[in-house]
């Protein structure tokens, strides 16, 4: 193989697992933040979030590379990404592309998923605490995680939104429990806080993505309801985050979180205007993107005053 082609095929793996899309990874920032400061640069600490943040990149990776084949053979990522639709960046599918075989795409997925279960068994081995809860949370997140569009295929039997969030959810209780070996209220709503972000962008997606997964069979909510009912769900995801954020001070949050959090609000607000309304369903997504990372920058903000 050349050094040219090697390139190719190793920015074709690249692109197959999504390494840009690092919104879940987000996760162990607010986690290490929500740490009691004498806690947090302890090494076994540190070395925990570590190993979990690097074994989630490549267990998502491996999610995806299977979701992406799943979605070639089935059909709906050739509909969903049809040369004519300018919007769609077909190289983002390798398979669609042609830049990489079924067989590769494939093995990279079971590579990639054997080492990520690996590397979360070391940072359970070395955590400063092992709760119960957390490693059933951590088990249960890996084996549905490669289930999601392989094998029982969850996103075929309309498990994909509430999965969505609850990897967001799983991701930030998980190194939580590992780091602290409890949970408290505060660190329970900025967990759901969290997994709604990537979910209210994967709800656009699914909306611009309707057609494509009507016809494999895809239940998401968007298929099996009307435009107007699609809508309304998720304006109703959009209300549920904004209750979580006005309900945090009652869960030991200062009284000010929600004035903190109006950015997140007021975007949410557009987004579903500009996805809605002006009927731009991709702008809205890339909304949805950057209102989670401002949400995180400010759970990160909230944090360090409150823990110090």
Known sequence: MSTRSASSTARAYVRLAKLDILDYYLGVLVVWTLLAPASRLEPAVLATMLLF?????????????????????DGSDIANYAPDDPNRRVARKPLVAGTLTERQ???????????????????????????????????VTFFFSVQYSWGLKLSYHGFQEFFLAALGWAV???PYGLATGTIDGFALVQALLFGLGPLLFGVYSNTNDVEGDRGVGRPTVAVLTSPRGNALFVALLSAVEAALI????????????PLAL?????????????GFVEGDILVARKLGIDAHRVTVLVLIFVNLVVRG
Do not use: N
């Open 172 to 174: 930030v209780l998980g």
């Open 246 to 257: 006005v309900a945090a001070p009652f869960a030991g949050g200062p009284w000010w979180f």
């Open 105 to 139: 795409v494939l093995g990279f997925a079971w590579v990639t998923a054997l080492a990520g279960a690996a590397l979360w068994l070391g940072a359970i081995a070395i955590a400063p605490h092992r709760p119960m809860w957390t490693l059933v949370v951590i088990a």
């Open 53 to 73: 943040l690097v074994g989630e990149v490549f267990m998502m990776a491996a999610m995806v590379a299977l979701d992406d084949l799943t979605g070639y053979r």
């Open 262 to 274: 109006l950015p997140t609000v007021v975007l949410r607000v557009q987004q579903w205007r500009t």
